[in-house]
């Protein structure tokens, strides 16, 4: 008898079970590479639009200016960082004669304000960045779950056939392996880019850090002038 040893044939031969392994697998497989795809585009237009940004930024404009034309819908996280900080620059500042008097205050709440902003941007950012994780660990888990069961099925049906000959003990074993490969199919990809993904946010965020490090000396230096004005 002539076993179909395809793809497609190891499939339709495979138990339900196995079937839902596997189709489990494919999804999965497919959910990893959407989200690896989104999150490719997305760091590369914040990436894009912070370079855009800092370009306008250290061009020696008027960051007044800057705030009033982004203030209202900052269009990325670097963006939003600064409106978040000239906005409560500006509600503490305003009609106050001597920012000195409370420049402490001013200064911790400017930084606190871009610190949370940053925080919530990046968790905007990096949003299901963990189901890569656990597609990365748990499908070999699933696939050899697969595995097990379609081998089971196996040795059943060669106790009932009481044959043990190479040909009926092939296809089913290759069924059952073939769960197992399937979810390193879906588990590698999943790994390799979770550990890019993460490396990529973690330099963005720290050149998010960065800004906001530089940005509030600025703040600083003009609470200092206005003092000694």
Known sequence: MEHDLSMWGLFIRADIIVKAVMLGLLGASIWCWAIVFEKVFRLRRAQSAADAFEDTFW????????FDRIGANPPDPMSSIFAAAMREWRRSTQGQANPAAFK????????????????????????????????????PFVGLFGTVWGIMNS?????????TSLAVVAPGIAEALFATAIGLVAAIPAVVAYNKLANDFGRYAARLENFAAEFSAILSRQLDARGQA
């Open 104 to 139: 402490a205050g001013l200064q911790q709440r400017v930084d606190r304000v871009m610190g949370v902003t940053l925080q919530r941007e990046m968790e905007r950012l990096e949003k299901q960045l963990g189901v890569l994780a656990s597609i990365g660990s748990v499908s």
């Open 59 to 66: 061009s020696g404009g008027s960051l007044e200016e800057l």
């Open 155 to 163: 040795f059943v049906a060669i106790a009932n056939e009481k044959n």
